[in-house]
């Protein structure tokens, strides 16, 4: 890494020190990231095998898992990774090896997932406990991952770019993702963030992006947002009352 220790740990004492935060590409993404990797083993640890309807429904989770995480490297590769190697040569080296084994560890995953739907009955209480802690183990090894990259990663970029300059690479990633999967995003993307991220994503997406697609990141997300959530979500966006409510 093109960046020395000392170095790094005074930029993320002044990032941290400043009354204005720094633009922190990987925030949301990453909340949204350990939501759904959380929920999805939950969803695993709990699923009655022997239910048919269960069994297809989890497994179909842990795939759209999988899916996701697979797209979410390819992005920090493609743009984040790019950025970083522009100005800090070798930078990102570490963790794009990583990227590489996380890559096998889902082609595996997602194997015995698929697996389990052919798997006889009687062995498939062991076959789901074994998908269970190897997906522990990734969901582990990939929370790791993602503190080194919201801590070193974002050391070395604020070091080297702007503001200005980091807010054009993250619209630029997130003009790339298909409509669909954006979508998918949200649903774990808004409810997971804290009321002041939620409300400075969406005025964003207001500012940038056509008023229906607004309106739809808004009815993808308030299903997944308590009342008091939702309440707050549409006072700080002035969004006109309903009923008690807010009309969308």
């Not at 170095?7 to 993320?12: G, M, P, R, T």
């Not at 990453?30 to 269960?54: I, N, P, S, Y």
């Not at 797209?71 to 800090?88: V, Y």
């Not at 009687?122 to 997906?135: G, I, K, S």
Request: proline fraction near 5%; glycine fraction near 4%; charged fraction near 20%.
């Amino acid at each position: 890494m093109n960046i020395d220790s000392n170095e790094l740990q005074q930029v993320a004492a002044t990032a941290a020190a400043t009354d204005a935060p720094r633009v922190d590409m990987y925030a949301g993404i990453h909340k949204a990231m350990r939501a759904l990797m959380a929920d999805t083993l939950l969803a695993l640890g709990r699923m009655d095998c022997d239910d048919g309807l269960e069994l297809a429904q989890t497994t179909q989770q842990v795939l759209a898992l999988m899916d996701a995480c697979a797209s979410h490297l390819k992005h920090e590769n493609e743009f984040i990774h790019a950025a970083l190697e522009a100005r800090a040569p070798g930078a990102s080296a570490v963790i794009a090896h990583e990227h590489d084994d996380h890559l096998a560890h889902i082609g595996r995953l997602a194997g015995a997932a698929t697996a389990l739907l052919r798997t006889p009955a009687a062995q498939r209480p062991a076959a789901v406990l074994a998908l269970y802690r190897d997906l522990s183990l990734f969901i582990a090894e990939n929370f790791h991952h993602m503190h080194v990259e919201e801590t070193a990663h974002n050391a070395v970029l604020w070091a080297r770019y702007t503001d200005a300059e980091l807010e054009a690479i993250h619209d630029a990633l997130v003009a790339s993702i298909p409509p669909e999967e954006m979508m998918g995003i949200v649903r774990w993307l808004v409810p997971f963030m804290n009321p002041a991220e939620r409300t400075a994503l969406l005025a964003d997406m207001r500012a940038k992006a056509p008023e229906a697609v607004f309106h739809a990141v808004l009815d993808a997300a308030r299903p997944h947002l308590t009342q008091g959530e939702w309440t707050k979500l549409a006072r700080s966006l002035g969004l006109p009352p309903v009923d008690g409510l807010v009309a969308v």
